[in-house]
Structures are given as structure tokens and as C-alpha cells.
């Protein structure tokens, strides 16, 4: 399969990794910024393939996982108005809020849907003109020009019915706090391929100049990776600092203009709280005041005081790349798949998940 396949090859990676072991002279660590590049990384056991010198840290790169609790508590609070109907993404609906979650108030006779496409969101509200349909909207700057279109869609067919409870965020923002940070033992970093095919690179060279890191636009299949890291302690061992591009096959230095065109016309950058790591400013979306008939929160006014996290939970410190999923506690006994304490171990870029899934 092209563009697959050839990003599998067993030679091509066993070639990589002896690239890599030949190069290095010193202990490194290199953080991964997408948990999906996490996912690969525990899934193909690529660890394994590596000199004992680098040591990979798992980033904050899981939108599920950074949404704030406080949102999800907003969102269950809409889904159990009468008159609503909240939509969204399968993994949204499993994650934890301050006493329940999603699935738990669709039980609870919520009126709640699992969507594959945010045109699924604009065809219920079509298909239910006496319900309000409000979209969950989040995740980082992937998934945004295609909810944002949603605003457009909706206005397009003159929906009055059709509202988003948006919580994007930013990755540039959260790479700037992680690097500025007193315990940052961060060396370089493999930035994330999917956010740099919408938004370009550009953000990131001044984070690499600034904080005297390398960074590498990186993809997602073993060789992706590999060669990121290749490029990465290439760097490091030659004491450079700059953004290199790992996946040119998607990512162009300026992005998809048309994509960042449809998220400046629906969105606007706002201080944002991200899930176990705090405010971060100037690190999400939120909908601009001329589309404010959609918004959700303005809209349905809804006030969630006193949100709650669990005691034991300790995501904040894996999506920092503080710890990892083995260090808590709670990991396979009382946290699984099946009963999540925190949404790294529900969502399939959270790194509890992978570690769950992919080491014994
Ligand atoms: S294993 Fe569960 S409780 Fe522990 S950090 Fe991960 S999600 Fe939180």
C-alpha cells in the first residue's frame, strides 16, 4: 500500500536503528508531542530498537486527554436537557468528568450520539428540526478546519438548530510551556505530522531557537518515527537547534492556507485550561463573537462550579512527561479500558491506553 507500507519495512527500520546506535555519544531525551506517535512507538516496541542512551518522553499530544473537566461536566449537563441533543466523537464519550461521563448520562435518558464526521453533527440537526443539536467539538489544530466548517455548513442550510460546545487547543502554546518549565528535561522533539499539515511549520522555529531545542515534523508509521529521531540526535550530537521536516509526503513549510483560512474565519485564539496541566495562555479556540449564535456556552449559558478530579489519577504528570503510565498507581488495577479513572486511558492517543495495550 503506498505511502503505508514502504513506512513499515522491517529493513528499512532495522537500517534506521543502526543509524541511530552509530551516531549517538550521549544521553538524550527526546519527547514525542502526539500520542499517536506514542501508540506507534508501544506498538511496534520501537524502544527496543534504540540505543540505551535516548530516553522518550511522551507529550501532552492527546486532545481527549487535555480537555478540561469542567467542559465535559458542561457537555453532560447539556445532554441531559430535554431538548438537546449532544454529539460527539467515541472517545469523548467515555471520558471521565467530575462524577460521570457521557455513555453514564445517555443511561441516564441524556440524549447523546457518537458521530464518525462533524457533517454527521449538521445531518442530525437536519434530521431533527425540534431538538437542539450541540457539537463537542474538540482537538487541537487537526481537527479544526473541519469542525469550523461546520459553522459555515450550518449557516449554509440556515440551521437555527445546530450549536458547538468548542474546546480546541493549540500545540505551539504547550511546547512553549513544557520547555520553559524548571523541570523540562527535554532535549528536542518530534512535533506532530498531522498539526503541521494544516498549520505548517513555521510556529516552531522560533520555540527552537528560543529554547535551543530541535524540533522535527515527524509522522506516524515506525519508519516516521525512526527517521525523526535520526534527524533529532543527528542535531543534538552536532549542537544544532533548528525545525527540520521528517514528512514532507504531507507537511509543507506554510501549512494548508485553505484550512487555516476556514479556522481564522470561524475561530479566535483564547487562553485555555488543558486537562491535568492548567492554563496555558493563548493555547486554544474558541468561536468568534460574529458566529456567536452557535456557541454553545454563550447560548445555554451553562455553569459547572466545583469540578472534581480523582485522587489517584496522576495524568497531569504523564502528559507533561513527567511520569508514565507505569508509575501510577492506579494502572491496570483500578484504571483499565473498561473502567478509565482518567481519559489517557480511554482515548486511543492517550498513552495509559498504549501502555495498556501494548506492554505487559
Ligand atoms: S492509569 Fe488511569 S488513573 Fe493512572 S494516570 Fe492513567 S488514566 Fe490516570
Redesign the pocket.
Known sequence: MKYVDEYRDAESVRLLSEKINSIITRNWNVMEICGGQTHTILKYRIEELLPPQITLIHGPGCPVCVTPIEMIDKAILLALRPDIILVSYGDMLRVPGSNSDLLEAKSKGGNVKMIYSPLDAIKIAEQNPDKKIVFFAVGFETTAPANAFTIFEAERRGLKNYFMLCSHVLVPPAIEILLKSEKNSINGILTAGHVCTVMGYEEYIPLAEKYKTPMVVTGFEPVDILSGLLMVIYQLENGNCFVENQYGRAVRKEGNIHSKKIISDVFEITDRKWRGIGLIPQSGLKIKSKYSHYDAEIVFNIDTTGFDE?D????GE?LQGLKK?GD?????K??TPEI???????SAE???SAY?RYTK
Request: hydrophobic content about 45%.
Open positions: 480523582s489517584i489519577c496522576i495524568a504523564i503510565p501510577c498507581p492506579a494502572f491496570r483500578e484504571c478509565p479513572l482518567g481519559a489517557p486511558m480511554v492517550g498513552a495509559c495498556y
